[in-house]
């Protein structure tokens, strides 16, 4: 098992404040999803990345993917209430059940108005 | 990408008891995954469900406690058998979906409370 590990584990923000969230790994990967789970609902994918260095944008969030394929980062810009959720990061490889998802602990987001 | 449901939501059941979990994907997919969300915890993969074969289960799961059927491809079940409390977690089942890169898409989970 390839473990990604995930800070801050924890972070409480006021609305409009920017964020950092950091995904990393000794392993290298395929490819790096980042999902957003809100309370009772199952995990919604916001993006793939690839390629080493790949920058993608959704709207106020950035994620980059590292040169190295090994570590990720997503960046919240003004944040919102409705940005507050738990944040996963998953690195996905071939291993021997097939290509599979290995998750990290996530990070927990409170933006308060 | 693909529409996911699961049965049902959530359940509260007793101990000793068993409990299947229903996935049903608008779409036909080879892969589907079952999951388990620990309270406060991320995701852990319990087995992968392949149509036609036997589940491939993740080290800490057996199938006596977790039996899987996939009998079609767009729908699979998950059983939690014997439950004790520690098995209250939320289940999640995913699909693969695959458009040039490797993707899953979750369901919206199941909730189980074991008393």
């Known amino acids: 098992t390839q473990l990604l590990e995930q800070s801050p584990q924890f972070l409480s923000i006021q609305e409009g404040e920017n964020l950092t969230v950091y995904c990393n790994s000794s392993s290298v990967f395929s490819s790096l999803q980042w999902y957003r789970q809100e309370p009772g609902e199952g995990p919604v994918l916001l993006v793939t990345?690839?390629?080493?260095?790949e920058v993608k944008k959704l709207k106020r969030l950035t994620f980059q993917f590292g040169d190295a394929r090994k570590d990720s980062s997503l960046h919240i810009t003004a944040a919102q209430p409705g940005d507050t959720g738990l944040y996963l990061c998953a690195g996905g490889a071939l291993g021997d059940s097939g290509y599979a998802l290995n998750f990290g602990k996530g990070t927990s987001l409170l933006v308060t108005p | 990408s693909a529409v996911i449901s699961q049965k049902p939501s959530r359940d509260i059941c007793q101990r000793g008891t068993s409990l299947t979990i229903q996935c049903q994907v608008d779409s036909q997919v080879t892969m589907m995954f079952w999951y388990r969300q620990q309270p406060g915890q991320s995701l852990t993969l319990i087995a992968t469900a392949n149509q036609g074969s036997e589940a491939t289960y993740e080290s800490g799961f057996v199938i006596d406690k977790f039996p899987i059927s996939r009998p079609n491809l767009t729908f699979s079940t998950l059983t939690v058998s014997n439950m004790s409390p520690e098995d209250s977690s939320i289940y999640l089942c995913?699909?693969?979906?695959?458009?040039?890169?490797?993707?899953?898409?979750f369901g919206p989970g199941t909730r189980l409370t074991v008393l």
């Open positions: 990345v690839v390629t080493g260095g």
């Open positions: 995913s699909v693969e979906w695959d458009r040039g890169i490797y993707e899953q898409f």
